[in-house]
């Protein structure tokens, strides 16, 4: 055999950080995470610990202060505080939606702005695409960015923003040239700061499942922000946008991933103990078979999440469809492992006293956020079709 030759697996890098942050997941995270749920509170505890770690933006790059790890690693982390935590999940994964525009178009001056205080864990930040009318549909946005001397000024409401209010910066995404041929061409990115003036937090959304993460709508009175801060040139956004979401798809696969997965080691470790005619429910096939399934599903998730995250860390071209299906399949299986969870668990699953139904509540927005499993087959046809 080729002594240069490449097996198919990961590097030794990866199964380390994998280590470190399950270790840091159960011991800091996991013990909060039935209290984030119930308490519907942002989860300070894990956010401490991964910004102690440095594992609350591990994709930084290492010139702006982060680690600079590859997209598989960050799939890793965000995976394993899934599996503890879907909420606190939401904090890395998070961070590199709302701060990969800037990484794929923004100036060196925008990027050394921003990025180094999101390695640091002095920021968090958020990404604000959708509007109450236009959410698959984001090129009918009606929040509008206008030149203002030698800045710009916004004015618009943006919603199901993911973490806003503990956010530090947002990317906002603006129409600039309404009567634009295309719509596509008419939108531009643009990085705001929760100080601004104009900027205001709306009320928290009162949700099914991840109520460690706030969601809220984000508004824009008015308001000012240096003409430095747009992502690109004029009218790229949505452009830039899309591209966001072909690398950060996986990582809601990954988050998928980990739900999945703790609900699976839940249901393993319950049904070894729990007894039911004189044995350990383990032991009877109809239960073996649906354990099987489970991990069955979760590891190709797995496999597919890590392919797209790799493609996208190498730049390959049409990233779209690996992506979408990455995102779809991943979250398909995170939905229906933690439904066969709770029904392995009986109606202790049903309960809160158990966190399975916890895990099938934070699974079912996998299937939603970030492009809804509908739409993401749309994007596959139409790949496969072009």
């Known amino acids: 055999m080729d002594p240069n030759f490449s097996l198919y697996q990961l590097a030794e890098e990866h199964a380390?950080?994998?280590?470190?942050?399950?270790?840091?997941?159960?011991?800091?995270?996991?013990?909060?995470?039935?209290?984030?749920?119930?308490?519907?509170?942002f989860p300070d505890e894990a956010l401490e610990a991964l910004n102690r770690s440095g594992f609350a933006a591990v994709h930084?790059?290492?010139?702006?202060?982060?680690?600079?790890?590859?997209?598989v690693a960050t799939c890793i982390a965000i995976?394993?505080?899934?599996?503890?935590?879907?909420?606190?999940?939401?904090?890395?994964?998070?961070?590199?939606?709302?701060?990969m525009p800037i990484l794929l178009s923004g100036s060196e001056e925008l990027k050394r702005l921003v990025l180094p205080s999101i390695a640091s864990g002095e920021a968090l930040i958020s990404y604000a695409l959708s509007e109450r009318e236009a959410g698959s549909d984001t090129a009918s946005m009606r929040t509008r960015a206008e030149r203002d001397g030698d800045g710009w000024t916004l004015n618009g409401t943006k919603t199901w923003i993911t973490n806003a209010?503990?956010?530090?910066w947002y990317t906002v995404m603006a129409v600039t040239d309404p009567d634009a041929a295309k719509k596509v061409d008419g939108i531009s990115a643009f990085v705001v700061h929760r100080d601004d003036p104009g900027f205001e937090v709306g009320s928290k959304e009162r949700k099914l499942g991840i109520k460690g993460s706030p969601t809220?709508?984000?508004?824009?009175?008015?308001?000012?922000?240096?003409?430095?801060?747009?992502?690109?040139?004029?009218?790229?956004?949505l452009r830039t946008a899309l591209a966001t979401l072909d690398h950060?798809?996986?990582?809601?696969?990954?988050?998928?991933?980990?739900?999945?997965?703790?609900?699976?080691?839940?249901?393993?470790a319950y049904v070894k103990?729990?007894?039911?005619?004189?044995?350990?429910?383990?032991?009877?096939?109809?239960?073996?078979?649906?354990?099987a399934d489970m991990g069955m599903k979760i590891e190709a998730a797995r496999h597919l999440v890590y392919v797209s995250a790799a493609r996208a860390e190498r730049g390959e071209p049409n990233l779209g469809f690996v992506s979408a299906a990455a995102k779809c399949f991943a979250s398909d299986v995170a939905m229906e492992v933690t439904t066969d969870a709770v029904q392995l668990f009986g109606g202790a699953g049903y309960t809160r006293d158990f966190p399975v139904e916890r895990m099938m509540r934070d699974a079912k927005i996998t299937q939603i956020y970030e492009g809804t499993n509908q739409i993401q087959r749309m994007v596959m046809a139409r790949q496969l079709l072009a």
């Open 273 to 291: 103990q729990r007894r039911q005619f004189g044995r350990a429910i383990a032991d009877n096939q109809a239960v073996q078979f649906m354990l």
């Open 165 to 168: 209010g503990a956010s530090t």
């Open 248 to 268: 950060t798809r996986p990582t809601i696969g990954a988050q998928a991933v980990g739900i999945a997965q703790g609900a699976l080691d839940a249901a393993i």
């Open 79 to 99: 995976e394993e505080v899934a599996r503890a935590c879907a909420s606190s999940s939401l904090i890395p994964a998070v961070n590199k939606l709302g701060s």
């Open 216 to 237: 809220r709508e984000i508004h824009l009175v008015n308001c000012r922000i240096p003409g430095n801060r747009i992502i690109g040139e004029p009218g790229t956004g």
């Open 16 to 41: 380390a950080l994998r280590e470190a942050v399950r270790a840091l997941a159960e011991k800091e995270i996991a013990p909060h995470a039935a209290a984030v749920d119930e308490q519907e509170r």
């Open 60 to 71: 930084v790059p290492e010139a702006y202060g982060g680690q600079g790890a590859d997209s």
